[in-house]
């Protein structure tokens, strides 16, 4: 807007215009997250989805030392391949990527709403109360089984930026975060499911292998 209306008014501000605009755009592009993505499918998602069987799930993530272009960029693929997927959550190792990087919108049909990108995430506390909830997983697709998690969580991490930042979570969005960082060490929504019958019967039904789920110790 500045822009069109000095270049109307004197061709010569031309130049001076057009460097302060590069350095707005660089900038922009620099402190704004260069994550901006349409909540949409598309037809060639950039990243494939590895599913339950696929070693990329055992495999144990690492922190991420550097938050740079190359990250964002992985981040928004992730995004882009997780709006495809019509997911809400995605983490580096369902992508191949054994890098601790989640992306997170739990308001996917709300395109003003920012997704979340956590960089090394730690949960720092569980509540107490614990809750069940039916739970799904992009690289688990036709299963949705109840899962008991706290209902409540305190978490750290670093935002897209490299920033340190904290946060409390609840509902959906504790669900989400828990669920997530749990790909982060290789472990999967259905190596928490106490129904060991239920669970082997939609496992068969929708044709995986129940020697893939590897049940946590309680
Ligand atoms: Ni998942």
Do not use: W
């Amino acid at each position: 807007m500045l822009v069109s209306y000095s270049l109307a008014i004197n061709e010569s501000l031309n130049k001076i215009v057009a460097n302060q605009f590069s350095q707005l755009a660089r900038k922009s592009r620099n402190n704004v997250s260069s994550t901006k993505v349409k909540k949409e499918a598309i037809e060639n998602p950039p990243l494939e989805i590895f599913k339950l069987g696929s070693e990329t799930l055992r495999t144990e993530a690492k922190r991420i030392s550097k938050v740079d272009n190359k990250l964002r960029d992985l981040a928004r693929d992730m995004l882009k391949s997780m709006y495809s997927a019509k997911g809400i959550g995605l983490a580096g190792p369902q992508v191949g990527i054994s890098k601790e990087l989640l992306v997170i919108d739990i308001n996917f049909e709300d395109s003003a709403a920012e997704p979340l990108i956590l960089i090394n995430p730690e949960i720092t506390a569980f509540g107490s109360t614990l809750t069940t909830y039916e739970e799904g997983c992009l690289s688990i697709p036709g299963i949705y089984l109840n899962v008991v998690r706290p209902s409540t969580i305190k978490l750290k991490f670093r935002d897209e930026m490299g920033r340190p930042r904290k946060m409390n979570a609840d509902g959906l969005l504790a669900r989400c975060i828990q669920h997530e960082v749990d790909h982060l060490r290789g472990v999967l929504f259905v190596d928490r499911v106490t129904s060991t019958d239920e669970l082997k019967k939609e496992l068969t039904k929708e044709g995986y292998k129940m020697k893939d789920v590897i049940p946590l110790q309680t």
